[in-house]
Structures are given as structure tokens and as C-alpha cells.
């Protein structure tokens, strides 16, 4: 099967590499679409996160189920399953989680814990849901992986209804813990790029032009020890500062961005006593709440991916480059076609 392989020097290349096996407690899925991550793959691809290279890529796919092991309950041919990887490779590939290629295996961690298996066998399985029929559109589906991350992101940095929150970054990410921000009940600015507010507009936040100084200190001098929580979507050295004296006492920051994950500083004492939050995100735990809001009509995929801009196995590095030049908010590729069908392009 071809996968998309980064070598940690920027470099991206289509290999050829076995397809996946299963066992009784897997599934072996034709993955049908992947969306780029701006800030986790394109840190992979530039060797900043410590991956072993060279390195199948990419952490939001989705998966249609085409062969099911004896011992899965959990799964049956047809559904749609997220974040289905590539197994380790005899071809000598590490996994930078690996799920740009066309096949793949997701694992029933429930059947495994109901045959005794220890929880720990299972538990990196457990981001592996079944996607409910007719949510939304297959190329779509991908977007659900930023929405469980960045709501369960947000749910732990203890947001709630009525306080104010500040989200530095308006990329795919900063959009998304500002939309589970508002959809939290708060009261929610967004501080990014001039080119995101109708982005923001339509996630039903406020935003500000980063590069405007006068009105990011206007709206700092009037918010100033107001904000309840503080969203670093970028994780850039410095680019928080600014907004720091809006926190109140005993405010929360949060580092989401991973731009500087090794050397991040900041200013602390621009501000009063504040607490740093450093405790991640269980993106299984938020599937239930995000598909309850999709089905309430709560969370448009559209605003993240454009699917009339969908990239193949032909143009997949042109969807790396969107991701890293920002000209789409989140590049999606189509990786294979669900079962009985086939584009006209293929077929020639």
C-alpha cells in the first residue's frame, strides 16, 4: 500500500510499504480520508517532536471497516472509525502515528477489557469510535479529532458559562478552543490573524487583529484581570505576554500550541498570581459530547475544511504546504474511496 513517509529534514515522500495485518481484536480499515495538523505534523515533518524517522505520518484519519477480527464487538464492515494508523513496518518505517496511507487497523479496546486484558493493552485504542451515519460527510469526518482534542482541552481547563476566555491564535486549533470555549457557555475573544474573522464571526466569538497594537492594548487595559482563562493556541515564546494582565487572580493559562514546546518562556510577572496548565487532554472522553453537539447542529465543518479543496495521493505534499503557509485552515486529502466506489481520475 503507499504511505506518505517524513524524514525529519522537511522532506515528504509516497512509499510503498506492506499492508497492515489484524488480529482478533482489530480491524483492518480502508482509510478514507486525513486532514494535515498545522502544528503536531508539521513539526513531525521538520523533526521538532522527537520522532523516530523515517516516519509514516499523520494523526487524523479515518478509517471504513473492510475485515474484522474474530474477537471484535465493537466494529462491524461499513463503519467509519477514527484515527486508524499503519502498523509498525517490516520496511523499516517508524510510526509518527501513521495514518496518511491507504489501509489500516483500529482495535476493539472494549472487547479486549471484557476478555481480561489489562486496561493498559488497550487504552491507546480507545480514540478509536465509531463515526454515527450520516453526521456529516466522510471528508468531513476528519475534523472530529481536532473537536474531541480541544473540547476535552477545554472542559480541563475548567471553562464554563458566563467567564471570559482569550484564545491567542487563529488557526485550525485556536478556532476550535474558541468554538468549545463559546459552546461552553463563555464569553469568548479570539486574538489571530485578520484573514480568520469571518472564521471567528461564524464560531460566534469576537476577534481581534493580533498585528493591530492599539486595539490588542485597548482591550487589554479594559480587560485587564477579567479573564478566567487564557488559551495559548500557538505555543510561541513571547506571543502570549501581551495578554497576560488580562488574567485574573488565580486565572488559568494554557499552552495548547506546541510552536516552542522545548524553550517556551513567558512573562509572569506582567500579571497578578496565576495557575499554568500543563495536564494535556483525553480526546476519547469528549466523543459522545462532540457528536451530541454535531447532531444538535452546534459545530459546522465547514468553517474548518473546504471539501472542494480536497487533495489526492497525486498533490499530498501541496496539502502540507497549505497547512504550513496557512492558506487553508485544515488541508484534507483523500487517502481511498469507500467501499464499491471509484473516482473517475482512478478509474482512467
Not at 215 to 238: C, K, M, P, W, Y
Not at 327 to 347: H, I, M, R, W
Request: proline share 3%; net charge negative.
Amino acid at each position: 500500500m503507499r504511505a506518505l513517509v517524513a524524514d525529519g529534514r522537511g522532506g515528504l515522500s509516497v512509499e510503498s510499504v506492506p499492508d497492515p495485518e489484524i488480529g482478533p481484536f482489530d480491524v483492518l480499515c480502508r482509510i478514507l480520508y486525513g486532514s494535515v495538523c498545522a502544528g503536531t505534523d508539521t513539526h513531525v515533518v521538520h523533526g521538532r517532536l522527537g520522532a523516530q524517522y523515517p516516519s509514516i505520518i499523520g494523526h487524523e484519519s479515518i478509517g471504513e471497516v473492510i475485515a474484522v477480527g474474530s474477537e471484535v464487538r465493537s466494529f462491524r464492515q461499513g463503519d467509519h472509525v477514527t484515527r486508524v494508523f499503519a502498523q509498525a513496518s517490516s520496511a523499516g518505517l517508524a510510526l509518527s502515528w501513521g495514518g496518511m496511507c491507504e489501509f489500516g487497523v483500529a482495535r476493539d479496546h472494549r472487547a479486549m477489557r471484557m476478555a481480561g486484558l489489562a486496561e493498559s493493552e488497550g487504552a491507546r485504542f480507545a480514540v478509536n469510535e465509531v463515526m454515527p451515519p450520516g453526521l456529516m460527510s466522510a471528508v468531513h469526518e476528519p475534523i472530529m479529532i481536532t473537536w474531541r482534542e480541544t473540547f476535552d482541552y477545554v472542559r480541563r481547563l475548567g471553562v464554563s458559562e458566563r467567564d471570559r476566555v482569550v484564545v491567542s491564535g487563529s488557526g485550525a486549533n485556536g478556532l476550535s478552543l474558541a468554538a468549545m470555549s463559546v459552546l461552553l457557555g463563555a464569553d469568548v475573544t479570539v486574538v489571530g490573524s485578520a484573514s480568520r474573522a469571518r472564521e471567528v464571526d461564524r464560531i460566534g466569538a469576537d476577534g481581534i487583529d493580533y498585528r493591530d497594537e492599539s486595539r490588542v492594548s485597548e482591550f487589554v487595559n479594559v480587560n485587564r484581570g477579567r479573564v478566567a482563562v487564557l488559551i495559548d493556541a500557538t505555543g510561541q515564546s513571547g506571543s502570549i505576554d501581551a495578554l497576560l494582565p488580562t488574567l485574573r487572580v488565580e486565572g488559568v493559562l494554557g499552552v495548547y500550541g506546541l510552536d516552542d514546546a522545548r524553550s517556551y518562556q513567558i512573562q509572569p510577572l506582567r500579571t497578578q498570581s496565576f495557575r499554568v496548565y500543563n495536564g494535556g487532554y483525553r480526546e476519547a472522553d469528549a466523543h459522545e459530547p462532540v457528536v451530541a453537539l454535531v447532531r444538535a447542529g452546534k459545530l459546522d465543518a465547514s468553517i474548518w475544511i473546504d471539501e472542494s479543496m480536497a487533495f489526492g495521493w497525486h498533490d499530498i505534499q501541496n496539502a502540507f504546504e497549505a497547512a504550513e503557509q496557512r492558506t487553508l485552515l485544515k488541508p484534507v486529502v483523500k487517502l481511498g474511496d469507500q467501499a464499491g466506489l471509484q473516482t473517475k481520475k482512478e478509474q482512467k
